[in-house]
């Protein structure tokens, strides 16, 4: 960024400007990605009257060879001033014409600049992600009808069992079978469940 020696009264007259100012209205929207934007007329007739106000005023200069750059002044009645210059290459690919491009290319810097020398927005904040599907959680597959048997089998089974066995032994159950509802395996859990009710049967005694 170059500026005059002093930007004293600039700096004075920018943050009262900056006080009142407002976002300009994104009322444009993009074709390619989709989000909305303040065209540039819009922007420059909203902020010239509220510059004036305070003494500003801003030109914008076309500049460059193999690049096309836009150099932004923003200069204060007392002499003070500041300027910047960005550029870009022409995207050629779109099929537009030399002067077609170059007009593409002019009136995105002069709409980018002059909101950055003001330190305005007329954006919508797409944060690198403009179009980009939301990303759904994948839906788990309803369970087998015999999964469902085993499983329903299973936990009646743990529940006579865990009346009378140890807390350490119905947790050991109650992982053997999560591990086999998780594989989907409806023969290993209706074994599981076999199992659970032959121990919880009472034991004949044996003389």
Do not use: C
């Not at 500003?56 to 007392?78: A, E, F, N, P, Y």
């Not at 500041?82 to 002067?99: N, Q, Y």
């Amino acid at each position: 960024m170059e500026h005059s020696e002093s930007i004293a009264n600039l700096a004075t007259a920018l943050a009262a400007y900056q006080a009142t100012a407002s976002n300009p209205a994104n009322t444009a929207k993009n074709p390619f990605l989709k989000n909305k934007y303040a065209p540039l007329n819009a922007i420059l007739a909203e902020v010239r009257p509220e510059l004036a106000k305070h003494g500003l005023s801003l030109s914008q200069l076309v500049t460059g060879v193999d690049k096309i750059g836009v150099t932004s002044m923003l200069m204060h009645s007392s002499g003070e001033w500041i300027a910047d210059t960005v550029a870009l290459t022409p995207d050629t690919s779109k099929g537009l014409s030399t002067a077609q491009n170059a007009g593409v290319v002019i009136t995105y810097l002069r709409r980018y600049a002059v909101q950055a020398i003001l330190g305005i927005s007329g954006e919508d904040d797409t944060d690198g992600h403009a179009d980009k599907p939301v990303d759904k959680p994948a839906e788990k597959p309803a369970p087998m009808p015999e999964l469902t048997q085993a499983s329903a089998a299973f936990k009646a089974a743990l529940d006579d069992v865990a009346k009378v066995a140890p807390d350490e032994a119905v947790a050991g159950w109650r992982k053997r079978g999560a591990d086999a509802y998780k594989s989907g395996d409806h023969l290993r859990l209706q074994e599981l469940a076999d199992e659970l009710r032959d121990s919880a049967k009472p034991q004949e005694d044996i003389y």
